[in-house]
């Protein structure tokens, strides 16, 4: 993982305590902030390593196969059926099962899974005889889970079941520190597969990466990365390199305020800003208290 900014470190953190153990994990973040890498780190670094790891994206599959993927089924249960077929979480005997978009799983197929891990046993489909399982669940969601529990898409026991711990994997634009390392490790890739003789990223170009607020996170850093590598024409790649539009600029500061409030007010929007809007650090840096800085953000009505 390349991650320089304070939240990224908190992540990694978390990560190396929870891998060693048993439990169960709940990844939370926005579409395209890495959760598979992550969870296969946790893999790596567990006492499962060396078996199965297995995903499952519940999103990309119908619902009335969802239960069969996840299980199994035994030959002619249903049409299309024309042989035995072990599910996911038998093939991640002794390995990680990994269950992303887990609020777009059908909530009976979610009651299935909660007595799976109480049980700690399954049936294929139309099957008689249950099997012990031996896998660990990570799973992943892109919902808030307190709106998709009260959305119906969550049911809350099995949350409460499968959200031993929790944790929480930033938007990029909270992690403006990691933009330019995760552009050059990209880079890097990318030339390399290509054979291109791109060097780096200029000044202008590394500022127009990081104002930018990437809704689709590190894979549509990514996929920039990797077309403008293909399309640079210099040794450089340059702002003009880079299919993202420039943000739009940030709101300047009240005119009522007077000199000095207005530097500070730009002062405190840049520290952030370096800071991923980590307020810990920002009064650190700044060298005043934490409530004083919240109390200048509310006052400056500074966007965090």
Known sequence: IVG?????????????????????????GESGVGKTLIARIIHELSERKGNPFIKVNCASIPGNLLE?????????????????????????DGGTLFLDELSEMPVET??????????????????????????????????????????????????????????NIPPLRERIPDIVPLSEMFLKRYVAQAGRQVLGFTKNAQEKLKSYDWPGNVRQLQNE??????????????????????????????????????????????????????????????????????NKIKAYSIPV
Request: aromatic share 4%; glycine share 8%; hydrophobic share 35%.
């Open 110 to 167: 979610q009651s299935k899974l909660l007595r799976v891990l109480q049980e700690r046993e399954a049936r294929r489909v139309g099957g008689r005889k249950s099997y012990k399982i031996n896998c660990r669940i990570v799973a992943a969601t892109n919902r808030k889970v307190d709106e998709a529990i009260k959305e119906g898409k969550l049911r809350e026991d099995l949350y409460y079941r499968i959200g031993t711990i929790e944790v």
């Open 225 to 294: 990365i990797q077309r403008a590598a293909l399309m640079c024409e210099g040794e450089y790649i340059d702002h003009q390199d880079l299919s993202i539009k420039s943000s739009a600029p940030q709101e300047s500061p009240e005119p009522s305020l007077t000199l000095m409030e207005a530097m500070e007010f730009n002062t405190i929007k840049q520290v952030l800003k370096e800071t991923g809007g980590n307020k810990l650090e920002a009064a650190r840096r700044l060298g005043i208290g934490r409530q004083t800085l919240y």
């Open 4 to 28: 320089q900014s304070s939240t990224m470190v908190e992540v990694q953190r978390q990560m190396e305590k929870v891998s060693p153990t048993r439990a169960t994990v709940l990844l939370l």
């Open 68 to 92: 069969s993927e996840l299980f199994g089924h035994r030959k002619g249960d249903f049409t299309g059926a024309e042989e035995d077929k072990i599910g996911a979480i038998e093939a991640a």
